[in-house]
């Protein structure tokens, strides 16, 4: 490692940007290339023009029938706050991705358009159009990256999270994958679990951002740090209660479920609340571990499975009736597992002609041929869409998309929790929504 033992004052102006707070807006979360294509369409007058961009994805992940739409409160959130400072457009400027007479074009830049898309928990699938944007194509187009950050993220987790949910059967899940992704997707991966069914997160910042119940105990650390497990065990029911969480193999399983059984009769308790295994062949032990606290009389103690468990390992431990209560979920969760990315693409689909016409654009790319022109979406229930008598009987429609933002303002808001319900609602009926009409 170098250092330098320069004064700050000279260290360059470059320097000296690195050491200051990141940005204050969402400005800069962005590719170069939309500032080089907003330069460009102010010299050509293209800016002023009207434009509407889509945001799909081309496809589903193998072995997946469809995904969960996640990040759309995010996304109006970003898009309010999308503002170019002083010093960020000076620093564009002073880089050359600006040209100097477009200065105040970004001092003033506002996004005034029309955002159109699917509620936050909405079920999306190959080529659904989750979010429509509408305004100038200056407005526009500089949103594309923030955009798909955002959704691309929060999507992924969301829809591995609902595939989990839907294997877990009625157990509980809880997410514990702070330690295995960047410190704020953590917080937005914890939310998006838990919009997509898990109960709880062991990520105390989402706890407290956005009010979601969060769990955790001890880990091996504090039963190594002891002089024993009876110690450990000790001291964390006399802290937490009975009714607390231990964790039972850091040395052998059968030992430590008795011991925890008996530092719970200490307290007056046939058992602690739950125990947890962290390690081991699960099914094997999980079944054990229920006949061994039967046993010793806690047949109310639950319990806790964790161990890089991801949807197919779950579905196979619930299908072999598996006496666990609870999944602990962390890797296999906030990296999207099979599908990091559902590959969201935020595409021009129309455009003003200089007759003052909209006009549908789409590329012709091998494997990226796009039809062009706007989407409107609905859906009907799958036994109306595939009903054979009477031919002339109503068909029931319903609109997919919400109006997101009108004229620059909010229209949409929903809590998680009203976020949570949307989603679980339709995770209880999948098998009854049909694909998109468009």
């Known amino acids: 490692m170098t250092t330098t033992n320069l004064p700050i004052s000279e260290l360059g102006h470059s320097r ?8 204050p807006t969402p400005a800069l979360h962005t590719d170069r290339y939309e500032i080089t294509m907003l330069n460009a369409a102010l010299g050509d007058g293209t800016a002023a023009r009207r434009a509407v961009f889509e945001v799909f994805s081309r496809f589903l992940p193998a072995g997946r029938a469809f995904g969960v739409v996640a990040g759309i409160e995010r996304v109006i959130d970003a898009v309010l706050a999308y503002r170019f400072t002083p010093e960020q457009v000076d620093w564009l400027i002073e880089r050359h991705v600006l040209s100097p007479q477009y200065r105040d074009e970004l001092l003033n830049f506002a996004f005034r358009g029309t955002v159109v898309g699917y509620p936050e928990g909405e079920l999306y699938f190959a080529h659904s ?3 429509r944007v ?28 609902a595939q989990m949910y839907l294997s877990a059967q009625g157990r509980g899940l809880i997410e514990m994958g702070s330690r295995r992704t960047h410190e704020e ?24 951002r956005f009010d979601i119940p969060t769990a955790g105990t001890v880990g091996h650390a504090a039963v190594l740090a002891h002089e024993s497990e009876l110690d450990c065990f000790i001291t964390q029911v006399e802290v937490l209660g009975v009714d607390t969480t231990l964790l039972v193999d850091t040395y052998d399983i059968r030992e430590g479920i008795r011991t925890a059984v008996k530092v719970a009769n200490q307290f007056g308790a046939n058992g602690p609340g739950a125990i947890r295994i962290d390690s081991g062949d699960l099914l094997d032990e999980s079944r054990a571990s229920r006949e061994l606290l039967d046993s010793l009389g806690a047949t109310a103690t639950k319990i806790v499975a964790t161990g890089d468990l991801d949807e197919s390992r779950i579905a196979h431990l619930v299908a072999h009736d598996a006496p666990i209560d609870r999944f602990g979920v962390g890797t296999r969760l906030v990296t999207g597992e099979n599908c990091p990315s559902p590959g969201f693409v935020y595409k021009l ?17 091998v494997n990226k041929r796009g039809s062009g022109g706007t989407t409107f979406v609905r859906r009907t229930p799958r036994e109306q869409l595939f009903k054979s008598e009477p031919l002339d009987a109503p068909t029931t429609w319903t609109n997919v998309q919400v109006p997101l933002m009108v004229n620059g303002h909010r229209e949409y808001s929903a809590t998680i929790n009203d976020a949570r319900r949307h989603c679980l609602d339709r995770l209880s009926r999948v098998s009854e929504i049909a694909p998109e009409v468009s």
């Not at 000296?16 to 940005?23: I, N, Q, T």
């Not at 990256?145 to 955002?150: G, V």
């Not at 997707?185 to 407290?208: I, K, P």
């Open 134 to 161: 509408e305004g100038t194509f200056g407005e526009c187009v500089v949103l594309e990256t923030l955009l798909l950050s955002i959704l691309n993220h929060d999507t992924a987790i969301a829809s591995t999270a």
């Open 16 to 23: 000296l940007r690195a050491l200051v707070a990141p940005s």
């Open 349 to 365: 689909v129309a455009i003003e002609r200089e007759s003052g016409e909209m006009s549908p654009v789409a590329k012709l790319s």
């Open 185 to 208: 997707s953590a917080v937005h991966a914890a939310r998006v679990a838990y919009l997509a069914g898990f109960d709880s997160t062991s990520n105390l910042e989402a706890g407290w």
């Open 129 to 131: 159009p989750v979010l």
